[in-house]
């Protein structure tokens, strides 16, 4: 091809213009520092990508072999090999041996090369944009057509990236796939050129075994197939875009599908893409389930964008695999897979026929408690959501839905109206970030659509308690200023209803919150709040009364009757309406407290039933906690404000007392266990409230308020815990498992309640961590019932105090390892043990803690190995030659050695020497093994991880 002679005489000037820049080039490699290295110039930010490339041109029309010679040192350099290639070198060009001589002189012997060491992606930025400006510049020049230039380049690359050295084959393939994508745009390159790179490149590189490369190939061939027609590649090279969805590499899966997102709605390639998509539909079904979440959801979109234009390619069950995605726990596959079905279950439906196939759809998955998740899914997808008025348009129609149906759907209303007020992602669910999405004005709309009709809706479900659950939750995500007052007022007057004909606790429980966001939304309903309380207070006096007189008259006290029931029935309103509002003015704790007092006591059998008992116990809780919050209130400016708090603090501190001491009694001598968890979950919780954070009050009558726990009561509370929470961990290996089982759900919850609430004293310092070793060495043991719970205390508590998270580890293992010694007769049958491989996995997990950040945790890492050599040290044996009976302890610091940082390894080493070495030398019996262990560990640790030369020479610094 002939260029014309203007581009001919452009071509002169600018050489004329770049022959001084071009000096600086061609001094590359001239010494051993390679200051002008074409690659220094290319990563240098004071010199233009657009410049180096200029010059490199001018030196080829200066001297083609050196610029070449420029462009090989290049790659090589890019590789990481220090090998410089003599400017000597003439054509022809051993590209084989060039590689030989450029493998031996690498910067080192490990496996790290500039792409991928942590700066690589400036590094490949900077590389790659060279590539492509330089090809692109030659393009504009007739060097592209000089029958050398492109010939001895691809050659080189061809060559180099078929090597078996990774780096070369790395860096190369990388340089010629950026080469092919500049040639792409140059029609003057020759085709038969093009797709011998094609062949010997990309399908070489495609099946690459570092994943890496196999990346850098799916990468470019986008970029390809997104120029087609105008690129060398045809419609039938869509196929290897489908090769890669096969790849092994989730990171290559993702960019395929990223590309075929994007090459489908390409008009040249919809087609063949299309009738690909149904020959790897199972392909892309399979990674829709796949465990990385980025390339499930990608694979939903293009799997959507096929079903789009052509529907068969979803059958029967593919859907319901997909189906189930919808439950599933990331939000972004969720919500793929609901507009996935949306368009499957037919999207023009009317909205009352979409309403009862979202109700059926649900249905199909009886497993699940809630339709939050579902709801989570469809809504920003679909509308159908937030149909609401059209859900109790169906609702309220007579026999219209079945009893199941009706449930679903209120269901369905309720958790679609939280969504839209609050935005609140469903508990469980995972996405990318934790940004809220409330619909603009939802609780106007909400307002609008459900006010008016709640009452109805209420009376229609009085005998479905968890759908009157769900519908009195509703007022709560209502926005309530410009709402009718009848309305309201209606609304109020059915909840009161409710809450007395009631005795369901969770329905109270749900009344009265909601009867909290009405009134504290209108000061206008202040009496008719006043009444509701009173009259719950009556009823509840009026029950006892007649329980007590019937008590006193029977031989069997308080045991049935309709005077118990009724007893219940009212003490459950109480507990429901005290927990929201303050009941303070009708003076209920002295007397229920004095009650209780004289009830209950360890030798005396119970007169009150345990479910009577329990509600009692919360009733005082919450009453106690309203008396403290009230007082923090209090104007303390005037004398008598003064006055009053003190006297008020006064009879806090009775009745805390008081009540604190019904607690521990029933604790220790209960035999309902449901209303010891009680008892102990309100102990612990006073015990926080409490606490020394009272100590910063202003007023000195609050500070006084001060619980000060004895050692006997945290005796108390630690025999509960290991009775009930951990009872049988010692000798039922399978019981954390058991609790794993569907039927023990309520009990799981019931002692994970009493775990939380033990561990509340030591997240709030109430009581020291030394005592939570005897919870922390079940750690490892119940680690998939209560693991959660346990790191998170021990987390906080590193963040407390470091040292003092040490010694509780040290003292946690130590506690594990007294009893394993007790039970075998020496160290070496201890050893042997299932026990004691138990226990250093125990401690393993335990050291993990420490990784979170290891120079914060620094001083109790420390402390742990210094302790626990002093006590592997401390009983000295009988004869000197023989080693200290727990010495065997060394074994289970040993595994905390990974958190120690070097300078603390030398520390540890040099405070090894307490220990008798020369009854080592003279005895090298099996009992030594521990310390021979944790020696050689450290010392390994110690020179793979420092850098320092003092630290070189072992044998030199621990004498």
Not at 28 to 47: A, I, M, R, T, Y
Not at 134 to 145: A, D, K
Not at 608 to 637: F, M, T
Not at 930 to 941: F, H, K, V, W
Request: glycine share 4%; hydrophobic share 45%; proline share 3%.
């Amino acid at each position: 091809m002939v260029l014309p002679e203007e581009i001919l005489r452009t071509e002169v000037l600018e050489a004329t213009e770049l022959d001084a820049r071009c000096e600086s080039l061609d001094d590359v490699g001239s010494g051993p520092e390679k200051e002008d290295s074409l690659l220094k110039l290319v990563c240098s930010q004071k010199c233009r990508t657009e410049s180096v490339c200029e010059m490199w041109i001018t030196l080829y029309r200066t001297s083609c072999n050196v610029a070449f010679i420029r462009f090989v040192q290049f790659v090589l350099e890019a590789s990481g090999s220090r090998y410089r290639i003599p400017e000597t070198t003439e054509p022809p060009f051993d590209f084989a041996g060039l590689l030989v001589e450029a493998t031996v002189h690498f910067a080192n012997r490990s496996v790290a090369y500039p792409l991928i060491l942590k700066s690589s992606r400036m590094f490949v930025q900077s590389v790659g944009d060279f590539v492509l400006q330089l090809f692109r510049l030659v393009g504009s020049t007739s060097i592209l057509l000089d029958g050398y230039f492109l010939e001895h380049i691809s050659g080189f690359l061809m060559i180099c990236a078929d090597s078996k050295v990774r780096p070369f084959r790395h860096t190369s393939t990388m340089i010629a796939l950026k080469m092919m994508t500049a040639l792409s745009d140059l029609r003057c390159v020759p085709a038969e050129l093009w797709l011998q790179l094609f062949d010997e490149i990309f399908l070489a590189r495609s099946s690459d075994v570092v994943e890496d490369i196999r990346y850098l190939c799916v990468v470019e061939c986008r970029q390809w197939l997104d120029k087609c027609p105008e690129s060398f590649l045809q419609a039938e090279h869509v196929k290897h875009m489908f090769h890669a969805l096969q790849d092994n590499c989730s990171k290559v899966c993702e960019c395929s599908l990223e590309a075929l997102t994007q090459i489908i709605q390409h008009p040249e390639l919809r087609e063949t893409c299309l009738q690909k998509c149904l020959e790897y539909r199972l392909t892309l079904l399979g990674l829709a389930m796949s465990r990385e979440s980025e390339v499930a959801v990608l694979a939903i979109q293009v799997l959507n964008q096929c079903y789009t234009n052509m529907p068969e390619i979803l059958d029967d069950s593919m859907e319901q695999v997909l189906q189930q995605l919808v439950f599933g726990a990331h939000r972004g596959v969720a919500q793929a897979a609901a507009k996935l079905i949306q368009l499957h279950r037919g999207a023009d439906a009317t909205e009352e026929e979409r309403l009862r196939s979202l109700v059926e759809f649900f249905m199909q998955f009886g497993e699940h408690e809630h339709a939050a998740y579902m709801v989570d899914a469809f809504y920003g997808q679909s509308d159908i959501v937030l149909a609401w008025p059209a859900m109790v348009d169906m609702l309220l129609k007579p026999n219209y839905l079945s009893c199941q149906e009706t449930s679903v759907m209120v269901e369905i209303l309720v958790r679609a109206v939280k969504q839209a007020v609050t935005g609140e992602i469903p508990p469980g669910r995972y996405t990318q970030d934790l940004r809220r999405q409330p619909l603009p004005n939802g609780g106007k709309l909400a307002t609008a659509s459900l006010l008016s009709r709640l009452t109805t809706l209420l009376s229609q479900s009085r005998g479905r308690g968890h759908d009157l659950i769900n519908i009195l939750e509703l007022p709560q995500y209502m926005d309530l200023e410009d709402s009718s007052e009848l309305h309201l007022l209606e609304l109020l007057e059915k909840i009161k209803e409710i809450m007395f004909e009631q005795d369901n606790l969770v329905v109270l429980q749900m009344s009265a919150m909601t009867l909290d966001h009405l009134y504290s939304h209108s000061s206008t309903h202040a009496h008719h709040c006043q009444k509701l309380l009173n009259d719950a207070v009556t009823n509840y006096r009026i029950a006892f009364k007649t329980w007590q007189q019937a008590s006193d008259k029977a031989a069997t006290i308080g045991h049935g009757g309709d005077g118990i029931r009724r007893l219940i029935v009212t003490l459950r309103l109480l507990h429901s309406l005290y927990a929201r509002f303050d009941l303070s003015q009708w003076q209920l704790i002295s007397p229920i407290l004095s009650m209780l007092q004289q009830t209950i006591g360890a030798a005396t059998e119970q007169r009150i039933p345990a479910v009577a008992l329990g509600l009692y116990l919360g009733i005082l809780y919450v009453g106690i906690s309203w008396a403290l919050k009230r007082q923090k209130d209090v104007d303390e400016d005037t004398v008598a404000g003064q006055t009053l708090l003190a006297a008020d603090c006064e009879a806090i501190q009775g009745s805390l007392q008081g009540f604190l001491g019904v607690n521990f009694l029933l604790i220790e001598h209960s035999p309902a266990i449901k209303v010891s968890c009680d008892a102990f979950v309100y102990c612990c919780d006073l015990l926080v409230l409490f606490s020394d954070s009272l100590r910063q009050s202003s007023s000195a009558a609050i500070r006084a308020l001060e619980y000060r726990s004895e050692v006997r009561e945290y005796r108390l509370l630690e025999g509960f815990l290991l009775r009930y929470v951990f009872a049988g961990a010692d000798e039922n290996e399978g019981d954390a498992q058991q609790l794993l089982e569907s039927d023990m759900f309520s009990v799981l919850q019931s002692k994970r309640r009493v775990l939380a609430s033990y561990c509340k004293l030591v997240f709030h310092n109430v009581m020291p961590a030394m005592h939570a070793c005897i919870m922390f060495q079940y750690y490892e043991k119940y680690n998939p019932v209560f693991g959660d719970i346990m790191r998170s205390t021990l987390e906080h508590c590193l963040s407390i105090n470091a040292t003092n998270f040490g010694m509780t580890l040290m003292h946690t293992c130590m506690l594990v390892y007294k009893r394993i010694r007790a039970a075998h007769k020496d160290a070496i049958e201890a050893s042997a043990s299932p026990e004691f491989a138990n226990l250093l996995k125990l401690a393993e997990l335990l050291g993990e803690v420490f990784n979170i950040k290891l120079l914060d945790s620094r001083p109790g890492v420390l402390v742990l190995h210094r302790a626990g050599i002093s006590f592997a040290a401390e009983l000295k044996p009988q004869d000197p030659a023989n080693a200290p009976e727990n010495l065997l302890f060394l074994s289970v610091i040993q595994q905390f050695v990974p958190q120690l940082l070097a300078q603390d390894m030398f520390e540890v080493l040099q405070f090894m020497q307490g220990i008798n070495e020369a009854a080592l030398l003279s005895n090298r019996s099996a009992a030594w093994e521990p310390y021979l262990s944790y020696r050689n560990c450290l010392e390994i640790s110690l020179m793979q991880s420092c850098r320092r030369a003092e630290f070189q020479d072992l044998s030199n610094n621990v004498e």
